[in-house]
């Protein structure tokens, strides 16, 4: 099958995940601007009224990058949306990004019919993101064009599945766009997320670590100084099941490798609860052992390019000599 929209267009098959509190329109146009799909939560956008704002930003610059440079036009962008009940601004944001026609949705924690309607009306996709294949058959039957799939090892909310298992049971019967996430830092990674069925790459914790991420500088040494030993799995912080950086857990009082269960209905998403998860708690996944420094999105883009097609050569060269 082919892909549906403005997934058509990427040049790349990455698609940089929203960063809660961290991406913003300077990190969404370099991504978009080097060849993947750069993305970033509506609810970022503080005020409300900002979102307007940064929307014209990335849409005007994006568009005279495109007249600039007609032979290598940008990537889409993307908005996320969180679709829980706990999202008061989502009636709001949905308005806003009705009125810019975002070329991509992707939608959070719940999959709604009267959104992914709304998003096609003005001739938008809508990926949304599960950890199981239970929940990826609720996201189609309820219109979504495609999925991101959350396996284990993702950074912030991730899911539990191996990646070989999700993909897998989700190609048995869905034939759509698929962007698989979980420990994806390097383009080889990306090269294996297409082999195992994919479409796309979908990569966050890479992205904190540059220097148009709004990070602090200690959440990027942190990544650049850990590795997958140096990550926690816990419910604790939200109220669903994320991957965090131990040093932050560390320095907030609480021992990482003995921590308490959180109620699952007082989930936070927006309010004081989820700034201090994200601003105080770092969200990261497994994969951050390639990162060895904090560089220009451009140059993060550019080696995920060079070690894709080295892993393809690799590859080709391998199926010659056999």
Known sequence: MS???????????????????????????????????????????????????????????????????????????????????????????????????????????????????????????????????????????????????????????????????????????????????GAISTGGAVLAAQAMGADFGYIGSAFIATEEARASDAYKQCIVDSSSDDIVYSNLFTGVHGNYLKPSVRASGLDPDNLPVSDPSKMSFGGDGAKKAWKDIWGCGQGIGAIDGVVPTAELVSRLRREYDAARERLALGRAVA
């Not at 509190?21 to 978009?32: D, E, F, G, H, T």
């Not at 956008?45 to 440079?69: G, N, V, Y």
């Not at 008061?88 to 959070?108: F, G």
């Not at 009306?121 to 979504?144: P, Q, S, Y």
């Open 3 to 181: 892909l549906p929209g403005a997934l058509a267009r990427v040049p790349f098959p990455v698609i940089g995940s929203p960063l809660f509190i961290i991406s913003n329109p300077k990190l969404v146009i370099a991504q978009c601007q080097a060849g993947i799909v750069g993305s970033m939560p509506a609810l970022n956008a503080r005020p409300a009224s900002q979102l307007d704002e940064w929307l014209a930003e990335i849409t005007e610059t994006l568009a005279a990058f495109d007249k600039a440079h007609p032979g290598t036009p940008s990537a889409p962008f993307a908005i996320n949306q969180i679709v829980h009940k706990t999202n008061d601004r989502l009636e709001h944001d949905m308005e806003v990004c009705a009125r810019y026609k975002v070329p991509i949705v992707i939608t959070s924690l719940g999959a709604r019919i009267d959104i992914n309607d709304a998003v096609h009306a003005w001739g938008g996709v809508v990926l949304h993101d599960i950890i199981n294949d239970t929940f990826a058959r609720k996201a189609i039957e309820k219109g979504a064009d495609g999925l991101v799939a959350v396996a284990a090892g993702a950074g912030g909310h991730a899911g539990i599945k191996s990646p070989f298992a999700l993909v897998q049971e989700i190609r048995q019967w869905f034939d759509g766009p698929v962007a698989l996430s």
